[in-house]
Every structure is written in C-alpha cells, then in structure tokens.
C-alpha cells in the first residue's frame, strides 16, 4: 500500500488549531492507515489504497475541514520527493553569507502553484542583504542570514508563496531521516 507525507498549511498558527491526537483519529476514521505526525505543524504520514495524488489531496483536505471548521489546504508528497526536496537542499550551493546557524527554508507546492516563468527569474535574483533563494523542483529554497522576522523576502513575494507552505530545514532533515526513502 503506497505511503505519502501530507504537509498541511497554517495549522496551529494564527488560531487555527487542530491537535494532532485528534488529526490523527480523524484521517484514520477516514480510511488512511498508519497514520503518524511529526511535531505540531502539520506533518502526516500515512499509508492509503487510494492511488491518485490530486484525489488524496482533496480527502485529507475535505476530511480535516469538515473536523476543524476551516480550510487545511496539503501539499502531498512521496517519501521519495520528501528525499529529493531534502537531497536537493543539501547540493544547492550556499550563497556568500551562508555560516553557521544560518536559517534556511523549504517552501513546498503543489505542482501548480510552483513559481515559474518570470516569478521564479525575480526570486532567484532577489539580491536583499542576507537573504537568497532558488526554485527547485515544487520547492522554494530560502537562506536567511538574519532573523525571520526581518526578511524582506516574504513580503516582497507574498502572493508567490501564498499558496505554498514552508518548514524550516530542521524539520525537513528529521521528516527525511525518519519518513524518506533512500531511492
């Protein structure tokens, strides 16, 4: 049975909580099995008959919403692009500033939310001090030399990344540790 990573957009932020016990029972009641989470963010694994990615997509999405009262939208992926996002991360040449306890982020899509075309030119040459970024894949790589809070990158690209949802490299290295596949 084919197992997938659902991370899911805005939960437990901004008061939109769901706990995850209750996430978990929820997606299980649904008919996904083995289903696990990875800290409070939103990160699920879980195994599925169901074999069309858009078609999984919208259950979890309609499962959770019907549950929490507000829209969870979920990015899919397969242990192996959950791999790949994280392989990628790693072989992506670090920009000058990049040291030590730089912060770097991976903001995933769904394949047609990707920033392309001109978008993706304008986000891989942002030039603002301390901050650079590449498009991979469904994947924006982000380094920050600097604190979150004082990136002017998301503001400069807010309606591009609307639709994606990020997690900090941290968080991406133990999902690919513990949920990824080596090829």
Known sequence: MPTFIALLRAVNVGGRTYKMADLR???????????????????????????SPAKIEAHVEQTLESHA?????????????????YDDAQAI???????????RYLTFFKA??????????EIEAWDAPGESARVVGRVVHLWLGHPTHEAKFH?????????????????????????????
């Open 155 to 183: 503001g400069a690209f807010k309606k591009a990344l609307a639709p994606g949802t990020a997690r900090d490299l941290r968080v991406v290295t133990a999902m690919a540790e513990k949920w990824g596949t080596s090829g």
């Open 69 to 85: 009262g507000f829209a969870v939208p979920t990015i899919l992926l397969t242990p192996a692009e959950l791999t790949e996002a």
């Open 112 to 121: 047609d939310d990707v920033p392309s075309g001109q978008q993706q030119k």
């Open 93 to 103: 040449e670090p920009p000058s500033f990049a040291e030590e306890g730089q912060r």
């Open 25 to 51: 029972s929820h997606l299980e009641e649904s008919g996904l099995t083995d289903v696990e989470t990875h800290i409070q963010t939103g990160n699920v694994r879980f195994s599925t008959t169901m074999r």
